[in-house]
């Protein structure tokens, strides 16, 4: 259970108020660059950068592949905020920090949340160098009792029993797919079910082999508890996992992925996956996405009693 004096309203505050009074951007898109997954932060114009380790209150990166720096700028014309580097719970974190940065964007302004991952296929469908935009996930933490939500909710960011129905924006996923057909990219753009676990180690083959039965495309080590923490305060979501490698399911085999091979995959494949992107933040327009005023997302949520 998390200590409420870190959790709340407050502390976000102090570190939105940090930011805001050393940039003058006030970006209403944010994105989370996955592992090894940095290039398209680098390529935001007007760039204003502070490390992870001067923001008052923010995590540190601790993984390779994790630079750890929050840059503010822009991109297409659009004002955005980018990680260079995101938190897991394997880091040692509690969810409720490897989070964090989401309630922050809130008070920042931010709308939109994209998010990327580096992942491992469980559908025989995916090759490596997908992309997966996602449809839905599961959440294994959270079944399982570990959600960043846990502990006195905070009314301010949202509702004590969020639905997650509509958890990845159905418009923004059509405009991706879009985006994927003019840009000739539908042979390896897909869409699926992600699955979150709490890592380190990658799975076993009996793991493998449930996880799929139960519905995911693809499995990873984060994500799920961000956009959990993204739609109790009411930002759209956008997410796409990168396909690094296959999950073995089977016994016969040599195949063993190391953090190396998810990394050299996601490196070679980040120019495509920030092309995606870059178009998609260029074509996002809010008078198009319907729904798109916080106040209207917050009233797709059952408030429990
Ligand atoms: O931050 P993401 O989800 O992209 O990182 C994935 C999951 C583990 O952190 C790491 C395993 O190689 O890549
Ligand atoms: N859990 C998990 N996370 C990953 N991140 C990248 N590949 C994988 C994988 O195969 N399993």
């Not at 509690?94 to 709308?111: D, M, Q």
Request: glycine content about 8%; hydrophobic content about 40%; proline content about 4%.
């Amino acid at each position: 259970m998390q200590a409420k004096e870190n959790f709340s309203f407050e502390y976000c505050r102090e570190t939105a108020d940090w930011l805001q009074a050393r940039t003058k951007q006030r970006p209403r898109i944010a994105i989370i660059c996955g592992s090894g997954l940095g290039l398209l932060a680098d390529s935001l114009k007007n760039q204003e950068s502070f490390r992870y380790t001067d923001i008052p209150n923010f995590p540190h990166s601790t993984v390779t592949g994790h630079d750890g720096h929050l840059i503010f700028g822009e991109l297409q014309g659009k004002l955005c905020v980018c990680m260079k580097g995101r938190f897991h719970m394997y880091e040692g974190y509690p969810l409720w920090k490897v989070t964090f940065p989401i309630r922050v964007f809130k008070l920042l302004g931010i709308e939109i949340l994209l998010v990327t991952n580096a992942a491992g296929a469980l559908a025989e469908s995916f090759h490596i160098g997908d992309l997966m935009i996602i449809r839905d996930h599961i959440n294994l933490l959270g079944l399982a009792g570990q959600n960043p939500l846990l502990g006195p909710n905070e009314e301010r960011f949202g509702p004590r029993f969020p639905a997650l129905s509509d958890a990845y924006d159905g418009k923004i996923r059509a405009l991706a797919m879009e985006v994927a057909r003019d840009l000739g990219y539908t042979s390896f753009v897909k869409e699926g079910v992600y699955c979150m676990v709490g890592g380190p180690n990658f799975e076993s083959i009996a793991e493998a082999r449930l996880l799929h039965l139960l519905g995911a495309d693809a499995v990873g080590m984060s994500t799920a508890a961000e956009v959990v923490v993204a739609r109790h305060c009411g930002l759209r979501v956008f997410g796409v996992s990168l396909i690094t490698n296959q999950v073995t399911k089977e016994y016969d085999t040599q195949e063993h992925i190391d953090h190396h091979e998810v990394l050299e995959v996601s490196q070679r494949r980040a120019s495509t996956l920030r092309m995606l992107l870059t178009e998609l933040v260029g074509r996002l327009e809010w008078n198009s996405l319907s729904n798109s005023d916080p106040e209207d997302n917050q009233t797709a949520y059952q408030n429990g009693t």
